[in-house]
């Protein structure tokens, strides 16, 4: 990456910031960003569209910040107040560590937000605010892509993951031990109403986004050797009961937006670390604002040791409580990170061990929605992948079990400038599939368009088969003297 940084600071000395922008445009951002701003894509969104295919608006603007600045970001915004006073042996997972602290090691097809301040990203909300509508003005059944992290100050997101894994090992143990001795007077000690209580409480969307709410009052976690419930951290600070309660609200208003504007929202996946807290925030989302339809896709991992059960666990409850289950199904964005940072620290990997068992957890849990999806039709998935044989297995299990492209229950996705010979042929055979689409100013997406640089060095054979196929369909063109094409849609 700081090659590439380096080269092109270079060119854009030597060329000035107008010729440096303009050569861009006609290199490697026209391919793989489609504009400056809301306005400058709508040409693009149109093109794509008289093909058939969608578009997920995701404005990639990132700071173009040195590691030491974001390695000081993340420890200050990661850090509570009262974090020395943490009860308990603290849970290395869900700590900020130095080494870790720029979250865009290794990382290639993400884009990152640091915590600058409350107004970074009230800005951050209005930004995602203008890419709903304009997903809702420029393309047929837009989705808009949204990141946890841009909304609010990642020290909540830490904290609440921590919390949900401790409530989660707790009930584990609750239910290997029932009928043993002693088991009894445990839950007598705790009250298990109360903890019932405890676990609805911070569960409730409209309890969590309520101002009267106390969120610190519900980060608390289960001490089974004491026998009684103990916070989380000591205390917290009036700011920071404040930012917590804005970042929910933040959350809660891009939700409202994309339910006005007949836009889905899909909530990217980050760090395992955030990430407990960020399917949880999504799924109780979901429970809300998915009734009628699906408006909140939330995004699963596959490259995850627990993928399959998180997404059978959650299509259970919304099954059970009658809501739209979505979901988006990546292979995932942060293996060698997540890797390095489990063996550094001293936690279980929760990567799957290679490609070909990450390969087989993505068609399991495809499998298992595309059987919802035919059992009850409330089901929902965006299948976000450029595999060809992902791609050609979907189709298949669609046929197999009577799904129509026109239900509009199985979408394709794939990002701008790649695999278009997967995107199109779907989108002409009139299936729902979607570029994601970045934009952004030249100068602000540089970040994004150079980890797409770095990327693409690994998808130099897919772009080989791309070229020998547009190579045949010229040939082709040229023999039969239909050399301009109008799509059919």
Known sequence: ??????VTRKRRKIMGQKGFDQFMKMTFYGQFVAGEDHRAIKPLIQKNQAFGVGSVLDYSV??????????QKEMDSCVSAAEKETIGKPEKKYKV?????????????????FYADEAKCDQ???TFIKCIKASGGGSMDGFSAIKMTALGRPQFLLQFSEVLVKWRRFFIFLASQQGKDGMEALEQRLELTQLQVICIDMLDWNSLIDDRTRISDLLVVPNVELGELEPLLEKFTVEEEKQMKRMLQRIDVLAKHALENGVRLMVDAEQTYFQPAISRLTLEMQRIYNR?????FNTYQCYLKEAYDNVTMDVELSRREG????AKLVRGAYMYQERERAQEIGYEDPINPDYESTNRMYHRCLDYVLDEIALNRNANVMVASHNEDTVKHTLMRMNELGLFPTENKVY?????????????PLGQAGFPVY???PYGPVNEVMPYLSRRAQENRGFMKGAQKERELLWKELKRRLSSGELLYRPVY
């Open 412 to 424: 394709f996705g794939q990002l701008l400038g790649m695999c278009d010979q997967i995107s199109f």
């Open 1 to 6: 990456m700081f090659l590439y940084f380096s």
């Open 124 to 126: 951050h909300m209005e």
């Open 323 to 326: 809501w739209h289950f979505a």
């Open 97 to 113: 560590h130095k080494q870790f602290g720029d979250r865009r090691g290794k990382v290639t097809g993400a884009r990152t937000y």
């Open 62 to 71: 990132e700071e173009d910040i040195s590691q030491e600045e974001a390695e």
């Open 435 to 437: 570029k994601y689409v």
């Open 292 to 296: 009628e339809k699906p408006v909140i």
